[in-house]
């Protein structure tokens, strides 16, 4: 079984999608991190991309701490609207997620990468409630974050390469004011329906 979590930055996706493979026992793949990566490479369709024990690897090096600076989320942002880019995570992911169970969460799970799967979710939160959590998770002001926040879900929404949008199918929940294990049991439920 595939459950897809889509939304934009700071919805809650990472912590959400995590928690969710864990209660469920499916593995977990964040294909953010995977556009993060990419970011940080000097050819990102040809870079070697791997994920294990929730490590993250950018041709042999672990990158896991340097994809989560402000500079590699804007360098991301950039090289994920790039066609060719996407065509090669893409690939990539469809491999990953071709065996066993799986929680992905990224922008385009439930629309491109795996339409089919039998849960799609669609994760938002106020602007000011997104930027407030990341803020707190890097210890940087909200201002700021708001600001670059509202430049890179516009890149992100408009962009012509599969722009981020709610999946036909998805049932959309907003964590503003929910808390994690709330957001989690929803989701446990719509699998719970499939399995
Ligand atoms: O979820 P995140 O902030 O780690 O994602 C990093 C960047 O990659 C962000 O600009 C959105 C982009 N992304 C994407 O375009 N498609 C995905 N499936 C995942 C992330």
Redesign the pocket.
């Known amino acids: 079984m595939i459950v897809a979590i889509d939304g934009p930055?700071g919805a809650g996706?990472?912590t959400v999608a995590r928690a969710t493979a864990r209660a469920l026992g499916f593995q977990y793949l964040?294909?953010?991190?995977m556009?993060?990566a990419a970011g940080l490479a000097d050819d990102p369709v040809a870079a070697d991309l791997r994920l294990a024990d929730g490590r993250v690897f950018l041709d042999g090096a672990d990158v896991t701490e340097e994809i989560r600076t402000p500079t590699a989320?804007e360098r991301?942002?950039v090289v994920?609207a790039d066609p060719a880019v996407?065509e090669a995570?893409v690939a990539k992911q469809r491999v990953i997620m071709s065996l066993g169970d799986w929680v992905a969460?990224?922008?385009?799970?439930g629309t491109v990468?795996a339409p089919q799967a039998e849960v799609k979710v669609f994760l938002t939160a106020s602007p000011q409630e997104r930027a407030r959590r990341r803020a707190a998770e890097l210890g940087v002001d909200v201002t700021s974050v708001l600001q670059d926040q509202t430049i890179?879900d516009e890149r992100?929404r408009t962009r012509a390469a599969?722009p981020l949008v709610a999946a036909e199918g998805s049932v959309e929940l907003d964590t503003t004011g929910l808390t994690i294990d709330d957001v989690v049991a929803r989701i446990a439920t719509l699998a719970g329906a499939h399995a």
């Open positions: 930055a996706k990472s964040d294909t953010g991190a556009y993060r989320s991301a942002s994920a996407r995570m969460e990224g922008r385009d799970i990468v890179r992100d599969s």
